[in-house]
């Protein structure tokens, strides 16, 4: 089977990441795509040059082990091309670029990821575009805010830090009609269990750095368009000169082939692990959309279709020396940013300083986890033993 198998029906994601964006007998038989390096690529004639007659014509503009990635992104999110970057941000600041001009308003969720807070702020106002935060729980609400400049909305749903669900369906139903962008950041639940183009959102972008890759080995970035803003995201992506090496696309392509396996397993880790932390004594709130008492469960349960392995939690409050003796001498969990990789990962996270629209209503510490594949209980032990020691520093008494 190969990619371009377009006549039958619609393959399962774990199929999808198994099959697409390979082409053995193109490649001697041997099963994975070929990494091709290069810039130049030659042409037999003048006529073949002349009239672009070479699938590749030179090395910025595609190469066939960046295919592979693109093609099979493009057909999980049922989009209509996909572009890749050298980071997440990369991918989510092209994106933008692409659909806003001088004089342009740009609306984006509160819980934005802080990079792209940043970029708007400095980069896009330079450029003459006004931004303004939204809350992410605004809905059809949006209506209210939007001007007759307004050209674009970034959601990203869930936010990375705090895991508030946004409502695509009712924001596409205000900005649709208006011809207004919407742009989604997908890292989270990846295109396996959120579909934001298939919602009404008409470009997606992923940290292909967190889940695609799966390996914490390489940063990556995709953007994926509908039909309607294929050509402006392809002129911005080269007239900014972005590209990818296939090294690079190599890791992805290998990453994405386990990527169903990996969502489920640590997806469902995830799931366990939350709910177990909620009926510990040090911990006031578990922030994952997939629990019934999340604020916004009701939207996950209708456009998502499973779980992601990154959500947090709010300890009961305590000092920084409480946070530093828990985080500091844990066995399993490591810190560091980042997350979708095999290893679970934790991170104290401050929020007040991320917000401008809304406000954070927690004055526990927050702490971040990213749930890999280690043993369930391994974990457990390690978090139990953290929380204790956060107990004994903070002079926590539990009854
Ligand atoms: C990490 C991350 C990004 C940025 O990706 P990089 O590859 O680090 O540039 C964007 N959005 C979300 C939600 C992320 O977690």
């Not at 649709?176 to 579909?195: F, M, T």
């Not at 309607?228 to 590209?243: H, S």
Request: aromatic share 8%; with cysteine.
């Amino acid at each position: 089977m190969n990619s371009d198998d377009t006549n039958s029906k619609p393959r399962s994601p774990a199929t999808i990441v198994t099959h697409y964006g390979r082409d053995p007998e193109k490649q001697y038989g041997f099963v994975n795509p070929p990494i091709v390096r290069g810039s130049t690529v030659i042409f037999q004639s003048y006529d073949q040059l002349k009239g672009h007659k070479r699938p590749y014509g030179y090395g910025r503009h595609g190469n066939p082990t960046n295919d592979a990635v693109q093609s099979t992104v493009t057909e999980l999110e049922n989009g209509a091309q996909t572009f890749l970057a050298p980071s997440g941000v990369s991918a989510i600041t092209t994106a933008l670029m692409a659909v806003l001009k001088t004089g342009d308003d740009l609306l984006v969720c509160d819980t934005v990821y802080e990079p792209t807070r940043q970029f708007c702020d400095s980069i896009l106002e330079k450029m003459g575009v006004t931004t303004r935060y939204y809350d992410p729980t605004i809905g059809v609400g949006i209506e209210k805010l939007i001007q007759p400049n307004t050209k674009a909305v970034m959601v990203e749903s869930p936010g990375s830090l705090t895991f508030e669900v946004q409502d695509i369906p009712a924001i596409a139903s205000v900005c649709g009609p208006k011809e207004i962008a919407i742009i989604a950041d997908n890292s989270w639940a990846s295109p396996l269990y959120y579909k934001p183009l298939d919602l009404g959102a008409n470009i997606v972008v992923h940290a292909g750095t967190k889940m695609f890759s799966g390996h914490s080995d390489i940063m990556f970035g995709t953007i994926t368009t509908d039909a309607t803003y294929e050509k402006r995201v392809q002129n911005t992506y080269r007239a900014l000169g972005v590209c990818v090496g296939p090294d690079d696309s190599y890791l992805i392509a290998r990453g994405l082939r386990s990527l169903e396996l990996r969502m489920r397993e640590q997806g469902q880790k995830a799931l366990e692990m939350a709910k177990w932390l909620e009926k510990h004594p040090l911990v006031e709130t578990v922030l994952h959309p997939a629990l019934p008492q999340h604020p916004q469960h009701d939207i996950y349960q209708r456009d998502f279709t499973g779980p992601g392995a990154l959500f947090s939690l709010i300890l009961k409050p305590a000092g920084e020396e409480a946070v530093a003796a828990m985080v500091d001498d844990m066995e399993l969990f490591a810190m560091g940013y980042s997350w979708g990789g095999f290893e679970s990962l934790i991170l104290p996270v401050k929020i007040s300083s991320q917000r401008s629209v809304t406000q954070w209503p927690h004055d526990g510490n927050l702490i971040r986890l990213n749930i890999g594949l280690e043993g369930i209980e391994d974990l457990q032990a390690d978090l139990s033993a953290g929380f204790e020691r956060y107990r004994q520093m903070a002079n926590i008494k539990l009854d």
